[in-house]
């Protein structure tokens, strides 16, 4: 099997003598790359390097980085109406954007509001779930559960969401957040046995939300894949136990399907690959296949009534000035549509059928384990060198350093290749990774 192993120069050398105008979405560092052109799923960067993107960018380049149907409609949008003033109206493509997403959704969603991106997907649904229980006379069901160890974006509200340590740092969240653990997690430090955790965890849910007192608590957000949890998939009838303990306290359902929407868990959507249809979608990364920035939140029927009269035009302000911008919604529009007409959902079953048995023996044959559904994959590294830390950069840097991007963090790394990636692509993917695993094990015996 032939691999790509990328030239040895000094990436140093390709960056401005000068950065300290520019600030990072992450800490620049010596393996911080300057990208200058991409075609397929392969990446160059400043120094005349080669890299072989296996995450999507960030599970959003599904159609790769030279998909012309959408640079095409973003094209033609741009020289018709590249902006529109949105106190005083929208565009077609907007308009034709919500009927897209609404069609594609599980039945029972009946609107689509568009923003930027998934923080303010997510910013939005919080207000939402609100702003329904106060129409109905519930004014004081305002608090919101979310997962220990969820991630579900950077703004306040959703920062405050997102149950992990590292964000403590920017002080207390919002008030009215309460946590609760994940399956996967009572798994990992309590030892229940996956075909306890599910049940258990939906009855832990139902515990706090008496707990806290079901006249005071609005909704749950929660990722039925959680990504950094190195992909911890929720268990079977976990998903429908908690729908029904919300049904029976008048909690609202928010499924996070940042990551798992747009044909990633094989559906459209996870809500569909699981068979439950949350009351709110959050959806965003895919969406417009990395063209443009762009992310919806999608609400039920019941949720749409108190933003305006029952099968007519609902309004939600305050809103952003970019939100359903012509360009963003013009991208979006190219990408669902192409996502509807062009077959992707056979090719992505296809891709995971050669993807899937490959990467778990791999994995298997470095003392991990996988999860996997679609095109999402992630690899359990515990036991693959026991006793080192960090094992997920590592295996992440020794990928990068071959010319292959992944994620890795604490003890997982995650893949999800775009829906393009060839059978020839995996292979290379595969073979680079298998290098890295072995060259961590090795490391850490």
Same mark, same amino acid.
């Given at each position: 099997m @032939? *691999? *790509? @192993? @990328? @030239?040895?120069?000094?990436?140093?050398s390709s960056w401005p003598d000068d950065l300290s105008a520019f600030c990072f979405e992450v800490p620049h560092s010596a393996e911080s790359l300057l990208f200058e052109s991409a075609k397929g799923i392969r990446l160059s960067d400043a120094a005349g390097r080669s890299y072989l993107d296996a995450l999507s960018g960030v599970f959003v380049t599904c159609f790769g980085y030279d998909c012309e149907p959408i640079v095409g409609a973003v094209t033609r949008q741009l020289r018709t109406l590249p902006f529109n003033p949105p106190l005083h109206g929208t565009n077609r493509a907007a308009l034709e954007l919500a009927r897209a997403l609404v069609d594609l959704a599980p039945p029972g969603i009946t609107a689509a509001k568009l923003v930027n991106g998934g923080s303010e997907a997510v910013e939005a649904a919080m207000r939402l779930a609100r702003l329904h229980h106060r129409a109905r006379g519930n004014?004081? %069901?305002? %608090?919101?559960?979310?997962?220990?160890?969820?991630y579900h974006g950077a703004t306040f509200g959703s920062l405050s969401l997102t149950g992990r340590p590292d964000v403590t740092r920017f002080g207390p969240g919002l008030p009215g957040v309460v946590h609760v653990w994940p399956p996967d997690c009572l798994e990992?430090?309590?030892?229940v046995?996956?075909? %306890?955790?599910?049940?258990?965890a939906a009855s832990m849910i139902e515990r706090t939300i008496e707990a806290e007192g079901p006249d005071s608590v609005a909704a749950?957000? $929660?990722?039925?894949?959680?990504?950094?949890?190195? $992909?911890a998939i929720a268990p079977a009838d976990y998903l429908a136990r908690v729908r029904e303990v919300c049904d029976r306290h008048?909690?609202?359902?928010?499924?996070?399907?940042?990551?798992?929407?747009?044909?990633?868990?094989?559906a459209p959507f996870a809500a569909q690959t699981f068979g439950v249809t949350s009351d709110i979608l959050c959806v965003g990364k895919g969406i417009s296949g990395g063209?443009?920035?762009?992310?919806?939140?999608? $609400?039920?029927?019941?949720?749409?009534?108190?933003?305006?009269?029952?099968g007519g035009p609902v309004s939600f302000a305050p809103s952003h000035t970019y939100a359903a911008n012509p360009l963003a919604a013009a991208a979006g529009?190219?990408?669902?549509?192409?996502?509807?007409?062009?077959?992707?959902?056979?090719?992505?079953t296809e891709l995971a059928a050669y993807t899937e048995p490959r990467l778990r023996a791999l994995a298997e044959g470095h003392g991990a384990t996988l999860r996997a559904v679609g095109l999402l994959y992630g690899v359990k590294l515990t036991g693959a060198a026991e006793g080192a830390e960090r094992l997920g950069e590592r295996v992440a840097s020794a990928c990068l350093r071959r010319g292959l991007i992944i994620r890795g963090q604490d003890d997982w790394v995650v893949l999800a290749p775009a829906f393009v990636t060839t059978t020839a692509e995996i292979d290379e993917i595969l073979g680079i990774l298998g290098e890295a695993l072995e060259e961590v094990r090795g490391a850490g015996r």
């Open positions: @032939t *691999t *790509t @192993t @990328t @030239t040895p120069a000094d990436p140093a004014p004081g %069901k305002v %608090k919101i559960l979310s997962y220990y160890h969820g990992s430090f309590w030892d046995p996956p075909e %306890k955790s599910g049940a258990l749950i957000v $929660m990722e039925p894949v959680i990504h950094l949890r190195g $992909m008048g909690v609202l359902l928010v499924f996070d399907e940042i990551v798992t929407g747009f044909g990633r868990t094989g063209y443009a920035p762009l992310a919806a939140v999608l $609400m039920a029927g019941h949720i749409a009534d108190a933003l305006g009269e029952s529009l190219a990408a669902v549509t192409l996502f509807r007409e062009g077959g992707y959902q056979e090719r992505i």
